[in-house]
């Protein structure tokens, strides 16, 4: 597996990442980071780049979770989620996958489910970007990948 979820777009990429930012307050995420590499690289560098952007999401209580049982778990927070547009203009969404990046040696079962969550639920927020209709968001997740070409939503 991967060490990340994506979903490619063609939408306007301001709505993307409003999208995003809507979604992963719908799975319990706060946006607590926001780095415009574009206009970063631009000022730093007097590069032009294409349209670049890195959330930095945090679920408190997920957090605060992980932190109790492994003090070093903070290198890996906030969870990460890149918006980017391509060349083609076509904007790419992706976020980390905690469960696929977590080091195994640290990685208690505690740890693993707490991961495992949160990768689910990032991966909702990517995965429902496609969707237009509020009631396809998913409120809690489903314990089974969606299909993809299913427009009936799971319950959770």
Known sequence: MTHYYSRK???PF????RKITQNLQQQGFGVITSIDLQDTLKQKLNVDFRKYKIIGACNPTFAYKAVTLESHIGLML?????????????VEVSAI???????KAMGTAQLSEIASEVSNRLRTAVDDLHRDKAEYHAEALPTEPRQENSNVPIQG
């Open 78 to 90: 906030p969870c990460n989620v890149v918006i980017q547009e391509h060349e083609n203009k076509e």
């Open 9 to 11: 777009l063609k939408i």
């Open 14 to 17: 301001e709505e993307a990442v």
């Open 97 to 103: 996958s905690p469960l696929e990046t977590l080091d």
